[in-house]
């Protein structure tokens, strides 16, 4: 691992009151993989090792020696362990529980400080080394392998990947298991339970991402979707001791995740990946004990009960004395009858590493004309062998930023098809060729390229709540002074006006792109 913090004596003191001191022999096994509500051990004699368990083998992560500490980000959010704390020479630890931890963080400022940018370190370290508790099976070619990757990926989850089309051990693996064609994609979860062709959801189940949330309780906060709108005031909530829960769709970052690179966000002049950033902001959330739940969708708002309702898809039924709509917008899927058979095999919705890797030396299109669209053309163009931005347009100067437009110029391997639009795809389970129309020349072309990035146009995830909140006509969210027009169909009930963001429904708010 990365070089590791040595906490002072007198740093140590302070944590003494947080916690019990142990006397600890050799061997003894301080926490497992997915055991839950482990300690945070901080070593005053001895060493711990802290192991990944293979089989009837265990192969060594790192070592914990006096004045160093355990954990990693599990320590807060409150999911199950990764690896194995075994005992590698008798000593003595101070043993804090996870509550207590939580405390000393908020309250120490200098050991939070240190507490924190170590467990961000460790599990970048664990992301990059493939350890953890999730060992996935599968193809390049697997529309379903490429969803299961992205979401442990935007989840922050570590996990070993093997590609079972090139990897020399995989053929001892799939005669282990009996895998057959159609178990492809399989998972082996908490290196006991295998999963065959599992959907997000029960990869969730498996891992128990959700297992720490009480679901009786009744929040302060409720807010939908984990993208930088939603993420924001959950730190802000939680950070003013709000009892704060975020349900996300899919895996925290939202669209935001799928850029390559952000350099227009304030504090980063030298740019970072919209993952980096999801990673930065879910730490943040987690740090001041804001709860998210992954892979669940509201379907329902109970408009007429206080406290608020919400119901999910699932049929759980949740709570909350405020809500705050940040569910964004997702890009718009071209009006062609069989784009949806090429998901995950040729048109994709994030242009990341991982879809990058899908397509070295390969020809490109990047459909659109905003600034994700400019973001991944850029991105694409390093490993590729041509970008063709296919925008609606007659220019990109209504839609994009100028240093982007200018990068996009100056660059021999991206040209950009104004007035161009896609209408055919065609291939035989994965794309092998597109059709687009010049609408300036009325010409059509046929064009072998088997990857195309779609990132034109969008629309809100708000049809849950139609007749509950007042939407304008493309489903976007009034708020603030545009909700007084609204009155002969949503009356304002308060003496007051409604706030800035909030909607048509009191105590309801509305932030980021669903506004």
């Not at 096994?29 to 368990?53: H, M, N, W, Y």
């Not at 001892?172 to 399989?186: E, H, K, S």
């Amino acid at each position: 691992m990365a070089d590791e913090p040595v906490l002072t004596a007198a740093q140590i003191d302070r944590i003494r009151p947080f916690s019990v001191p142990r006397i600890v022999k050799k061997g003894e096994i301080l926490f497992e993989p997915a055991d839950k509500d482990i300690r945070f051990f901080v070593v005053i004699s001895g060493c711990i090792a802290i192991t990944q368990p293979e089989d009837d083998r265990e192969q060594i992560v790192a070592e914990r020696k006096p004045g160093q500490f355990t954990g990693e980000m599990t320590m807060l959010s409150g999911r199950r362990s990764l690896l194995r704390g075994r005992v590698a020479e008798d000593g003595e630890v101070l043993a804090v529980t996870a509550e207590n931890l939580k405390g000393l963080i908020t309250k120490d400022a200098e050991l939070g400080e240190i507490i924190m940018a170590a467990f961000v370190l460790r599990r970048l370290e664990l992301i990059d080394r493939g350890k953890g508790n999730v060992v996935l099976l599968g193809s390049n070619h697997s529309a379903n392998t490429l969803e299961l990757r992205e979401f442990l990926t935007r989840n922050g989850h570590p996990f070993a990947y093997l590609d079972l089309d090139t990897d020399p051990s995989s053929q001892a693996l799939l005669d282990r298991f009996n895998v057959q064609m159609g178990d492809v994609p399989m998972v082996i979860c908490n290196n006991r339970n295998v999963l065959r062709n599992p959907s997000i959801h029960a990869l969730t189940e498996c891992l128990e991402l959700n297992g720490a949330i009480d679901l009786s309780k009744t929040r302060d906060v409720i807010i939908i979707g984990a993208g930088p709108a939603g993420l924001a005031a959950a730190v802000y909530a939680a950070s003013e001791g709000l009892d704060v829960l975020v349900i996300e769709k899919g895996a925290p970052g939202g669209q935001a995740s799928s850029s390559s690179k952000i350099e227009n966000y304030l504090g980063f002049p030298n740019g970072l990946s919209g993952q980096e950033l999801a990673n930065l902001a879910l730490a943040q959330t987690t740090k001041f004990g804001a709860r998210i739940m992954v892979a669940e969708t509201a379907v329902y708002l109970d408009c007429g009960r206080s406290p608020y309702r919400l119901v999910l898809h699932d049929g759980k039924k949740l709570s909350a004395r405020t809500i705050v709509l940040a569910s964004g917008a997702q890009y718009a899927r071209l009006p062609l009858e069989n784009i949806d058979a090429f998901a995950g095999r040729g048109i994709y919705y994030n242009a990341t590493h991982m879809e990058g890797q899908l397509c070295n030396q390969e020809e490109v299109i990047v459909v659109g004309g905003g600034n994700s669209a400019g973001q991944a053309a850029v991105f694409l163009s390093r490993n590729s062998s041509k970008v063709h931005m296919l925008v609606r347009s007659g220019k990109l100067a209504d839609t994009m930023s100028n240093y982007l437009i200018e990068r996009i110029e100056e660059n021999p391997k991206i040209d950009v098809h104004y007035r161009t639009e896609i209408t055919e795809l065609k291939g035989n389970g994965h794309l092998d060729s597109v059709v687009w129309r010049n609408g300036a020349t009325g010409e059509s072309a046929c064009h072998p390229i088997r990857h195309a990035f779609i990132m034109a146009g969008a629309s809100p995830r708000t049809e849950w709540l139609e007749g509950c909140i007042a939407l304008d006509k493309r489903g976007f969210i009034f708020t603030g002074p545009d909700v007084v027009p609204m009155q002969a169909e949503f009356p304002w009930p308060l003496k007051r006006s409604p706030f800035m963001l909030e909607t048509s429904l009191p105590g309801v708010f509305a932030v980021g792109d669903a506004r």
